[in-house]
């Protein structure tokens, strides 16, 4: 179905609690397989490391697993986090997956460890990837992904002359001011960080320069969906979320836990608020609830396209918010 606002979708492959991440990666690729069906663009999966509640460390290898079971949506990385990685691995690893699937692989890139100091070190050992070097490294993986230049003498096989599509992703001033001197696409990860989401897309825009890859600004930004056929009965599922968030602030992070009856009896009214403030660019509800809350959002930042992510503890209730909230946008 034509839709005038592209609606697509980030994933972590959350492992809930009682599950494996066998089980996760399962999901993952259910939930991409009806997305396809259900007119979403694009199917993202993100790096993050030494976290027991998610199963995307590998985002190459699961890209691979995901493109492999669908047929035509576009499949890709929400982004790596490039600063863990050399260049030329990546460049390789995403050569490949452009290989194999052909016009369906896109590359998003982020600056953050995905992880914690100790992880972070284990990932890089000497440190040597570091985010003072992230512009620098995104210039190497498009001159690794651009046609041979002579002299060249390290070359992407595969990846070289692939043009594999990158994003720049960011939750803060830094990646909208990047992408847009590199005149890439950009993503605002406001699923977790609000704050600075409507100023960063504006600067964004306003400091454009048109490239190779792309002649005019297009922006994305996360939102946290939670959709159902109740407003109550998605506000029920919501509290997996909102207790995750809280977890985390207490450094109690573990498996996805099942949907609660009383926040407030779970958390401190400091901590409910402070989780609120972090979820504040969240969608729950039924489907005119959703449709309202997007059309807001989009509303507020301009953006060109929405992405949509959902951490919900029942595998059939994740689908349903998922195909909900399609047909939401596509009503926009």
């Known amino acids: 179905m034509a839709n005038s606002i592209p609606y697509s979708i980030l994933d972590i492959s959350p492992i809930p609690q009682g599950f494996t991440a066998a089980d996760a990666l399962r999901n993952s690729l259910d939930v991409a397989r009806h997305a396809e069906k259900w007119g979403y663009t694009r199917y993202w999966v993100a790096e993050h490391h030494n976290m027991t509640g998610n199963a995307s460390s590998a985002t190459a290898v699961l890209i691979g697993y995901i493109a492999a079971g669908t ?3 576009r499949v890709g990385s929400g982004g790596v986090m490039l600063p863990n990685h050399a260049p030329l691995v990546i460049a390789e690893q995403f050569g490949t997956l452009e ?7 896109e590359l998003g890139l982020g600056r953050a460890p995905g992880t914690d100091q100790m992880t972070a070190r284990a990932l890089r050992r000497d440190l040597l990837g570091s985010d003072d070097r992230f512009p620098h490294d995104v210039r190497e993986l498009q001159h690794y992904f651009g046609p041979l230049q002579e002299g060249q003498s390290v070359k992407a096989i595969p990846g070289m002359g692939s043009n594999v599509p990158i994003w720049i992703l960011g939750s803060s001033l830094y990646g909208a001011q990047l992408a847009a001197h590199f005149g890439l696409p950009y993503a605002f990860a406001s699923h977790f960080a609000p704050e600075q989401l409507l100023e960063a897309i504006k600067i964004y825009r306003e400091l454009f320069k048109p490239s190779v890859q792309q002649a005019q600004p297009y922006s994305a930004f996360v939102m946290n969906v939670v959709a159902a056929d109740t407003d109550e009965e ?4 919501f509290t997996t979320l909102q207790q995750n968030v809280v977890r985390m602030r207490r450094n109690t992070r573990g498996q996805l836990p099942p949907p609660i009856a009383d926040m407030n009896a779970f958390c401190e009214p400091h901590e409910r608020a402070a989780a609120d403030h972090t979820l504040q660019v969240s969608v729950v ?3 005119e609830t959703v449709r309202k ?3 807001h959002w989009l509303d507020l930042t301009g953006a060109n396209e929405l992405v949509l992510t959902g951490q919900i503890f029942d595998h059939q209730a994740r689908l349903r918010s998922f195909e909900v909230a399609a047909e939401a946008a596509q009503g926009l």
């Open 99 to 105: 290989a194999l699937y052909p016009g369906r692989i």
């Open 293 to 295: 809350g997007m059309r």
């Open 234 to 237: 998605a506000q029920h599922l």
């Open 285 to 287: 509800g039924s489907l």
């Open 71 to 73: 047929s035509h949506i």
